[in-house]
């Protein structure tokens, strides 16, 4: 099994930053990628980005390119958020994702382990 927890979540005002981490503990041999999605009540979980589990190749969501990026530290299994120029539309929960299997996937559906999520609030 493999454990995913997000961290790094607060509140922040517009046009601020945040970083936020996922830490990958358990047997992780099985995952390819790690993706970032973020929710809101009521709404379906939006792909915001994802990273090769070797970190060789990331992809941000057209919403969030050129204020986001992701980046992982390979020799602690750790990813991160780094999320620049904040707007109150960018205020949800955020998860990470691990996914397993060779094909990349935007649908949160074909993730396989989720950490709890965290919440990152941004006030205009």
């Known amino acids: 099994q493999v454990q995913l927890a997000e961290s790094g979540g607060g509140r922040v005002q517009a046009g601020g930053s945040l970083r936020l981490s996922c830490s990958a503990l358990g047997n992780t041999a099985d995952i390819t990628a790690v993706g970032w999605f973020r929710q809101t009540p009521g709404m379906e979980r939006e792909f915001v980005g994802r990273?090769?589990?070797?970190?060789?190749?990331?992809y941000v969501a057209d919403s969030v390119k050129g204020r986001f990026t992701i980046s992982r530290e390979n020799d602690k299994n750790m990813m991160y958020l780094q999320m620049n120029d904040l707007a109150p539309q960018d205020t949800a929960l955020y998860y990470c994702?691990?996914?397993?299997?060779?094909?990349?996937?935007?649908?949160?559906?074909?993730?396989?382990?989720w950490g709890q999520g965290t919440q990152v609030t941004v006030s205009s």
């Open positions: 990273i090769t589990w070797n970190g060789a190749h990331t």
């Open positions: 994702g691990g996914k397993r299997g060779i094909s990349s996937s935007e649908n949160p559906k074909h993730y396989d382990y």
